[in-house]
């Protein structure tokens, strides 16, 4: 099953509307600006850059009539991406340093403080080889996240993701119904 997203140029729904299945890297040819938006199947994460760049954030079913001021947000959505469904186990090795050097985890599940769990202060690349994952800056996933598929990530830094590091690490498992 697909995932259904519809987005609305004002707050509480307004305006003009896009209604998107799939993945969108830049949604300006389509309306001007993004204020609310509804998704009524499956999960996505929202870009604030065109491009799936800039900050993210998850999206599972529900209304969101007003997510600047809930995010916190300056801007608005400019891509979006959809979160395929996953069926099977998830497993994600972390590194504490780039190119998978130093300390080496593999995990099968959530994490809600790598510090504490692994005694880990930091997580500088990571290899996801099942499922769909969330990564927080913060310890018990808070703060900006990123989302990461199936692929190795090398470097977070080279990524554009300098400054920040991921202290909490959440698997993708929402249903599309």
Wanted: aromatic share 16%; hydrophobic share 30%; with cysteine.
């Amino acid at each position: 099953m697909m995932g259904k997203v519809i987005f609305y140029e004002e707050r509480n729904f307004q305006g003009r509307s896009y209604e998107c299945m799939s993945d969108c890297s830049d949604m300006s040819s389509y309306m001007n600006r993004c204020h609310s938006c509804r998704v009524e199947r499956g999960c996505f994460m929202v870009y604030d850059r065109t491009n799936y760049m800039g900050n993210q954030y998850f999206m599972r079913r529900g209304e969101y009539s007003d997510y600047m001021n809930m995010w916190g947000w300056s801007d608005c959505i400019r891509s979006c991406r959809m979160i395929p469904m996953h069926r099977g186990q998830y497993r994600m090795r972390i590194y504490e340093r780039e190119n998978f050097q130093g300390q080496m985890y593999e995990m099968m599940d959530d994490c809600d403080n790598i510090m504490d769990r692994y005694r880990m202060s930091n997580c500088m690349s990571c290899n996801v080889m099942d499922g769909h994952w969330l990564m927080y800056e913060q310890p018990n996933y808070r703060g900006r996240m990123m989302y990461m598929r199936p692929g190795e990530y090398r470097n977070f830094m080279n990524m554009g993701w300098s400054g920040m590091r991921f202290m909490s690490m959440r698997r993708i498992m929402d249903s599309y119904y």
